[in-house]
């Protein structure tokens, strides 16, 4: 009896070491059976997933698969973080995030079984291509919005999952196609890359902590806080790099000094306090109204014209742009007069057709009515000094009736509120729009141009536009410079508003010493633009039909309308 209770501690100790031993093999062989796990093993996993979850599915995503023979995408480790990185981006579009992510990156995080794997993999896919079919269209409709006052003219949206299909096939890694075909999608106009970018830091700096050192950082430092500099200048359009290294080098210094010229410090290339200051700025605030403002650039033409006329209503500007590499030369830009609050300049493209030099008025049945209280019919001004078309009106035929033109009227080119015409745009230097379009379209020369401004008002000589020239009228009351600079402008027409409320958004009151820090490079007041407009008034309060003060019929005397309407403008 003694004797077998003696043996049984060992015979537990086998019988303990068998299981341990068989546990331990078992878990060693799940760990074999991971790594096994390849592309071509989770394949048929793939496609039963795809079975089972064909009518919950994007329509395109058994089409990225079908140009992937059936492989899974996001395999690697690599290429699942740059897709829930991608998708985790989107408030930098102006998208709303996807409300899965928080299940993606929880199935991401446990999935180590090849029906997990395959679930995940077409879970990413069905995502991306949610993801681009929203960064494709716009997510508000504008005519909805804002009725006459806006038409559209968004591109016709592209089979986003044949685009991923042909980016994939490039020979790139999934990660790098994957941000090909991301940067494919969005507005390819420099206006919008800006300002993306400045969205994306605003939205960065909102969840990171400020850049707390006891100590400034110069060229030898290293250390945990020459990293966190370095990601924090990661956020801005530098040329920096590499944001792991813990050494203050010299590329560090070049990037902290370009930052600081841009900004108006002392270029030293050193983190000091101002500098520290500066880089902790953040404009939280600016967040709704540049998402709002990167919206509206999906209402846009993919293609705005290598030349093109822009006129950005609430910046009170027109510009003649040109091609130049991926970005914009201005050929000229100048002030400009736009609608009144009750005569809005509504916001479409379209195509300049003809210049008319000496033109003729014909006075719209609107301003008829307004004036006369009746519409007497065709009403015609011929060419002169006093018609309110001045020495020339470029024509784009549009169902607005608008259109730009030189005027008379002077003195409002030198205010600030420049929306004060009838809905036409006033253009501050027709002279030089004239100039440098019809040298570009035409091949007439600028002294052939000057001699018709100085010349007789007569006759009335047509100019047919001898290439297409589109012509933008916007509205951006947000956007970002050449120089990186968030530059804002009021909302002239109060439709920001309408919008956020479209998008979801708290559009807040912005801090008047925030808009004043924002220095935009207007050119109203400039001394240039006095000179340019020779005989100018000085400014004050407009009438309200934008007349000069001294031409201004007393109403309560003789409301003599002929005469009134030598002045009304359109």
Excluded at 22 to 46: D, F, H, I, K
Excluded at 160 to 175: E, K, M, Q, Y
Excluded at 302 to 316: E, S
């Amino acid at each position: 009896m003694g004797h077998h209770l003696r043996r049984r501690p060992v015979l537990f100790s086998v019988l303990a070491f068998a299981v341990l031993a068989a546990g331990g093999a078992s878990a060693g062989y799940a760990r074999l059976q991971l790594t096994r796990l390849t592309a071509q093993t989770v394949a048929p996993l793939v496609a039963e997933r795809l079975a089972a979850d064909s009518l919950a599915l994007h329509a395109g995503t058994h089409a990225v698969y079908a140009g992937r023979l059936g492989l899974p995408i996001w395999f690697a480790p690599a290429d699942r973080d740059a897709a829930l990185g991608l998708l985790g981006d989107a408030e930098a579009d102006a998208l709303a995030p996807d409300s899965a992510l928080a299940d993606l990156h929880a199935l991401a995080d446990t999935a180590s079984t090849g029906p997990s794997l395959a679930r995940l993999d077409v879970a990413l896919t069905d995502a991306l291509l949610r993801h681009a079919d929203a960064l494709v269209r716009p997510r508000a409709d504008a005519r909805a919005l804002y009725g006459h006052h806006w038409t559209p003219a968004a591109p016709t949206p592209p089979d986003v999952a044949a685009r991923l299909v042909d980016a994939l096939g490039a020979g790139a890694s999934p990660a790098a196609a994957l941000a090909a075909w991301a940067d494919g999608l969005r507005p390819q106009h420099p206006g919008y890359r800006r300002l993306r970018a400045a969205l994306a830091r605003e939205v960065a700096l909102r969840d990171r902590p400020e850049l707390a050192l006891d100590r400034d950082l110069a060229p030898g430092d290293s250390g945990a806080a020459v990293v966190r500099l370095r990601e924090r200048l990661a956020l801005e359009p530098t040329a920096l790099a590499d944001v792991a290294t813990r050494t203050f080098d010299p590329a560090l210094a070049d990037a902290l000094r370009g930052w600081q010229a841009g900004r108006g410090l002392d270029a030293t290339g050193r983190l000091d306090g101002p500098t520290r200051e500066a880089l902790n700025v953040r404009h939280e605030a600016l967040i709704p109204l540049l998402t709002l403002n990167l919206e509206r650039w999906r209402w846009l033409p993919a293609d705005l014209g290598d030349l093109h006329v822009w006129v950005n209503v609430p910046r009170f500007e027109l510009a003649l742009r040109e091609r130049d590499g991926d970005g914009w030369d201005e050929a000229t830009r100048f002030v400009a007069v736009v609608g009144a609050r009750d005569w809005q300049t509504p916001a479409f493209s379209d195509t300049l057709e003809t210049v008319v030099f000496n033109p003729t008025w014909t006075v719209p049945a609107s301003i008829q009515r307004e004036s006369y209280g009746y519409v007497r019919g065709s009403v015609v001004r011929p060419p002169g000094p006093g018609n309110a078309m001045g020495r020339v009106k470029f024509l784009f035929p549009n169902d607005h009736a608008v259109y730009v033109h030189d005027t008379p009227t002077k003195w409002a080119f030198g205010v600030d509120d420049r929306a004060r015409s009838h809905g036409c745009v006033r253009a501050g230097d027709p002279e030089a729009l004239a100039r440098e379009l019809l040298t570009r379209t035409n091949g007439m020369t600028a002294d052939e141009v000057a001699a018709i401004f100085r010349g007789r008002w007569s006759p009335t000589r047509w100019v047919q536009v001898e290439r297409p020239v589109p012509v933008h009228l916007v509205y951006f009351t947000a956007e970002v410079d050449a120089r990186g600079r968030i530059l804002v402008h009021e909302d002239v027409y109060r439709r920001d508003a309408r919008l956020a409320d479209a998008l979801g958004l708290e559009l807040p009151e912005l801090d008047p010493e925030l808009v004043a820090s924002l220095v935009a490079d207007r050119i109203g007041d400039e001394e240039a633009v006095a000179a340019a407009l020779a005989g100018a008034a000085t400014g004050g309060e407009a009438p309200a039909e934008d007349e000069p003060d001294d031409a201004r019929p007393d109403s309560a005397l003789v409301p003599d309308a002929d005469a009134l309407l030598e002045t009304i403008q359109g």
